[in-house]
């Protein structure tokens, strides 16, 4: 299974955009990138996920390099409640559904 | 309807005691997870259940036995648990046949073992 690397935490002021990377440089051409949250005692929420393309939907976008290595989610305007731990996940596609969690990284919006 | 339900929110157990979490979801997923969430740590796979088979078990201690009655229900059956087994139990849920799809997650049950 591909390998993601995340830094533990970021800041970020509130009303600005929270930019949060992720290294997945072993992941293989038909593995998808995904991107969930947590916030505190709740379940995790997923955010977004892209193959190849660069993704956006209401909560987020998706930019994923050309050679697939990193991608980099961005949250364009963060508020208090996007305090979270943000995980990026790589899904093989050969594992029987398995989606595993790595550390990912506690965002902390500041007012 | 876009939610996974689990019950009970909270549960404390002696270490002699039996008891079983659930899951349900009707989106129609068909396929059925169980983490184990420590404080402070990611989530980690327990279980997975396709079309109600079991088809992913890491290795979790025979302790902790699932069950997929039907297509929209997961348990968890609890007996002679530890206290170190105390954390937040997460179900979650997906599409089966792709793996272009999301997965849901409820809220969880935090179990206390006494």
């Known amino acids: 299974d591909a390998k993601t690397t995340q830094p533990p935490s970021m800041d970020c002021a509130e009303g600005r955009a929270a930019n949060l990377p992720c290294n997945h440089s072993?992941?293989?051409?038909?593995?998808?990138v995904y991107w969930y949250r947590q916030i505190h005692s709740q379940g995790p929420q997923y955010i977004i996920h892209g193959l190849k393309n660069n993704e956006t939907n209401e909560m987020a976008s998706l930019i994923i390099t050309e050679d697939r290595k990193s991608s980099t989610l961005i949250l364009p305007h963060a508020t208090l409640r996007d305090t979270a731990v943000y995980y990026c996940?790589?899904?093989?596609?050969?594992?029987?559904?398995?989606?595993?969690f790595g550390k990912g990284t506690l965002l902390t919006v500041n007012p | 309807d876009t939610e996974v339900t689990q019950t009970p929110k909270h549960l404390v157990m002696g270490m002699t005691n039996k008891k079983s979490l659930k899951c349900e979801q009707h989106?129609?997923?068909?396929?059925m997870y169980w983490y184990k969430q420590k404080a402070k740590k990611p989530p980690e796979l327990m279980f997975v259940y396709s079309y109600e088979k079991l088809s992913i078990n890491e290795s979790v201690p025979s302790r902790f036995s699932p069950e997929c009655p039907n297509s929209s229900l997961l348990n968890l059956h609890l007996h002679a648990l530890q206290p170190e087994d105390s954390a937040l139990y997460l179900c979650?849920?997906?599409?089966?046949?792709?793996?272009?799809?999301?997965?849901?997650f409820g809220q969880g049950t935090r179990l206390t073992v006494v």
């Open positions: 979650a849920s997906t599409l089966a046949g792709t793996f272009n799809t999301e997965a849901f």
């Open positions: 996940i790589v899904r093989p596609q050969s594992s029987n559904y398995k989606l595993t």
């Open positions: 072993t992941i293989s051409g038909n593995e998808y």
């Open positions: 989106m129609g997923h068909r396929a």
